[in-house]
C-alpha cells in the first residue's frame, strides 16, 4: 500500500516534527546519508505549507523581514528533505522515523540560530498555539449535524 501526501499534510507533519520536540534521540545517520538530498527550487506560488508556516510564526514572533525569508528557506528545506525521506524509506519505517528526526533536530537548530533568544523562547512556548492555528487552517469548517 502506497500512501501520498498532500501539501497540507505535508506541512502539518512538518509542523508537527518541528513542535514535538523529537530532537532526543541518540543514533543519527551520518551526514552523508543526506548529501544527496537537495531541496528543490522553490516554488513559484506564494502559497505552501512552509509559506503558511512562516506566516503564522511571524504572527506570532514579530520576525523581522529578514528573519521571514530565513525562517522560510528553513522550513522549505526540512519539507523537501521530509519528502525525500519518505520517499527514500518508505519500505523501512525505522530507518524513516531516524532520518525524520535528523531532519528535525537539523531544522530546529537553524531555527534557534535564525531568532532571537526572547523569540526563540517565545516560540518554544507558543508552538503549540501555531500548530493549532496551522490545523484550524488547514482543517475544513466543521459542519453541523442533520437533525430532523
Known sequence: ????????????????MVS??????????????FEAVKPEEKPAEPKSPARDL???????????PGQQGRI??????????ARAARTLYADNPMAMNTALRHINADSERQLRQALS???????????????????????PAPTAPITQ
Open 1 to 16: 500500500m502506497k500512501i501520498t501526501f498532500t501539501s497540507t499534510a505535508c506541512g502539518l507533519l512538518l509542523l508537527a
Open 20 to 33: 514535538s520536540g523529537c530532537v532526543r534521540f541518540s543514533i543519527y545517520l551520518p551526514d552523508s546519508a
Open 54 to 64: 512562516t506566516n503564522a510564526m511571524t504572527e506570532e514572533l514579530k520576525l523581522e
Open 72 to 81: 522560510h528557506e528553513i522550513l522549505y528545506a526540512t519539507l523537501q528533505k
Open 117 to 139: 533568544l526572547a523569540q526563540y523562547q517565545q516560540y518554544m512556548v507558543g508552538r503549540q498555539r501555531i500548530q493549532a492555528r496551522m490545523q484550524a487552517k488547514a482543517a
